[in-house]
């Protein structure tokens, strides 16, 4: 098998994601937690967990959103991916997702609840293939895409990182 963004596609039969990049839901927890159980701002039930791939080329973002679950990312194939957050108090982080440790580099990597959230591939011609977990399990009303002026006005210090990661 060549191993490229398209055979990882075609093989693990990725779709394109509304927020950037390719991927397949392949696990949806059967036990399902109450909303009394789940804490603020869950209007209903939730599954325990879910997971995805997520395939990203170079050139590609994820783009900023927040979730009000955790999202655990962890690096399968390919090249390193940074995971750029930033935290509900205003604190900046970018996280290289991969396996290259000496380069400083994580293998998995968590996106708390409630912080604004993207990625990218930073090395031209590269791509990654990477997992997310997400606990409460994900569903697409809990996602909140994020608004570019809404965030300059909270964030003005991470004006570049924002720019690049959302619409005008």
């Known amino acids: 098998m060549e191993d490229t963004a398209e055979t ?11 927020e950037g990049g390719h991927y397949r839901e392949t696990y949806r927890a059967a ?28 050139g590609e973002h994820s783009a900023m959103h927040r979730l009000r679950s955790d999202e655990v990312w962890h690096h399968y194939a390919g090249a390193a991916l940074t995971l750029h957050v930033i935290h509900p108090e205003g604190r900046y982080e970018a996280i290289r997702l991969g396996t290259a440790i000496d380069s400083r580099e994580r293998p998995q990597a968590l996106a708390p609840a409630g912080a604004w959230f993207g990625a990218t591939v930073d090395a031209p011609d590269t791509w990654a293939l990477v997992g997310c977990t997400v606990a409460p399990g994900f569903e697409f009303r809990d996602f909140e895409r994020a608004e570019r002026a809404r965030l300059l006005r909270m964030f003005p210090p991470y004006r570049e990182i924002i720019e690049r990661l959302t619409k005008p």
């Open 8 to 18: 990882w596609i075609e093989r693990l039969e990725l779709q394109p994601h509304p």
């Open 31 to 58: 036990l399902s937690l109450p909303a009394s159980a789940l804490g603020k701002g869950f209007d209903g039930p939730r599954r325990a967990s879910t997971a995805v791939y997520y395939l990203l080329r170079s």
